[in-house]
């Protein structure tokens, strides 16, 4: 293990407090059910963070932010897709390349960063679940504050989800964290914990959160809780409760629905919070989006430090996702999802296209050919493609897993799904020890012998 001078270990506990302590609170924009407008970030004491409906809103606002900055928009999302087969690292950094190679270190940069941005998100959930049910505010209806108090839960819910499926078991926090030593000795949940803990998390969210009364996908609501709902029971193999959520969602064709054409949901740039997305995070001038610098060539003002690969830009272009990929001038790949100028690109958590695809695997998981094959043609009408000439179960399966794989190209989908489908053999990955990524080596150092290493680094 990597050895730290003393000095070193006091100035990373400060570095971890900071990181961990309350929110910065943000301006409040009124009216929960709004499209977000975030305006710079003005540090508060604690002792004022939540203390009425104003302050409440503020904070479950700073969450998602938090979230937004330090978690998806950035680094996260290559965890999801550098390990798949589909996207190539064009830098030199090896800190990236390790997450292509299958042979990340845990004392990689960018591990420690994704790990610290996650619990500095649980950590403003927590502040809300714990702070919000207390408040008294006479302007503060019973429906507000359980609608914000729900959304606490979703938000840990999905950084607990997200920790397993990276991780494995890692150690739950539920309460705030106000020093520097509080949470050092937390040791880690089993695999099975973390999991029963983000279901929960989401099963209060589900008896908190208010239905959609309106199109506002960057904010939690029921459906929202039902359709990360959908995703857990889909990576538990529950086909059942995978496909009985999944249902409840696509219900709702109201405010959620594939959009025609293909391009229509992120195209043109005035495609912000459609009825494809389930969940996204916004970004604005002042916060903007860090993936979008990654994927662009320097044509376009970006450094195309990952792009796609041949191979799947040309399995794009014929499955008429071809609004994906471009060239350069000299013929190079690059990803356009990300594409605005300034960066204002949303990051996308659920799209409804998920959704079909979750009840489209859970229902030939079960036999209902019938129904898999009508949500899986579903998406292909939706890219301008035929039906799928499957008809076998195995074959029907395969081909959801072959639309996975073009629908969720540039999105986190790839190596998780391969992980959790049996398949990572595919990409050279044999050894199971390889399936979760190492604990970081500061978290190790700072636990006092409370975290261990995952087996194999």
């Given at each position: ?276 997305s389930v969940l996204e995070l916004s970004y604005n001038a002042t916060y903007t989006n860090g993936s979008r610098g990654n ?163």
């Amino acid at each position: 293990m990597q050895r730290f001078h003393p000095y070193t270990i006091r100035l990373r506990s400060l570095i971890r407090v900071l990181r961990y302590l309350p929110l910065l609170a943000l301006p409040v924009v009124s009216g929960c059910k709004k499209f977000l407008t975030v305006l710079p970030v003005t540090d508060v004491s604690d002792a004022v963070t939540i203390v009425d409906a104003t302050s409440s809103e503020t904070a479950v606002r700073g969450v998602y932010r938090t979230m937004a900055e330090n978690y998806y928009g950035g680094l996260y999302e290559t965890f999801g897709y550098l390990g798949g087969d589909d996207i190539v690292w064009t830098g030199s950094q090896s800190v990236i390349q390790q997450f292509i190679s299958h042979t990340v270190a845990a004392d990689n940069d960018n591990l420690e960063s994704v790990w610290s941005g996650i619990y500095k998100t649980i950590n403003g959930a927590n502040q809300v679940i714990a702070k919000v049910p207390l408040v008294v505010d006479p302007t503060f209806t019973a429906g507000q504050q359980n609608q914000l108090t729900g959304e606490g839960y979703f938000l840990r819910a999905l950084c607990y989800f997200d920790l397993a499926r990276c991780w494995g078991g890692v150690p739950i926090t539920l309460v705030p964290t106000t020093s520097a030593t509080q949470k050092t000795s937390t040791p880690r949940s089993t695999l099975a914990q973390t999991y029963a803990q983000v279901l929960s998390d989401l099963n209060k969210a589900d008896s908190l959160l208010l239905k959609d009364t309106v199109q506002n996908p960057i904010r939690a609501s029921k459906e929202v809780a039902w359709a990360l709902k959908a995703r857990y029971y889909l990576y538990q193999q529950d086909w059942a409760n995978a496909e009985a959520y999944a249902s409840e969602v696509l219900a709702d064709n109201t405010f959620y629905q594939l959009l025609t054409p293909f391009s229509s949901w992120f195209q043109p740039a005035s495609a912000v919070g459609t009825k494809e997305s389930v969940l996204e995070l916004s970004y604005n001038a002042t916060y903007t989006n860090g993936s979008r610098g990654n994927w662009q060539p320097p044509a376009t003002g970006g450094t195309r430090q990952w792009a796609p690969s041949a191979t799947i830009a040309t399995l794009l272009t014929d499955s008429g996702r071809g609004a994906f990929v471009a060239q350069t001038s000299t013929g190079l790949w690059y990803g356009n999802l990300f594409y605005r100028s300034p960066a204002t690109d949303p990051s996308y958590i659920i799209r409804i296209a998920e959704v079909y695809l979750i009840r489209a695997e859970a229902r030939a998981e079960q036999g209902e050919l019938s129904g898999a094959l009508s949500d899986l043609n579903a998406i292909r009408t939706r890219a301008a493609q035929p039906n799928s000439t499957a008809t076998t179960q195995p074959d029907i399966i395969q081909a959801i897993y072959n639309e996975n794989r073009l629908e969720f190209a540039l999105e986190p989908h790839r190596w998780f799904d391969l992980v959790r489908w049996g398949q990572a053999a595919t990409v050279g990955v044999t050894n199971p020890d390889n399936l979760l990524f190492p604990i970081p080596t500061q978290e190790i150092t700072l636990s006092n012998g409370a975290l261990t290493q995952n087996p194999g680094y």
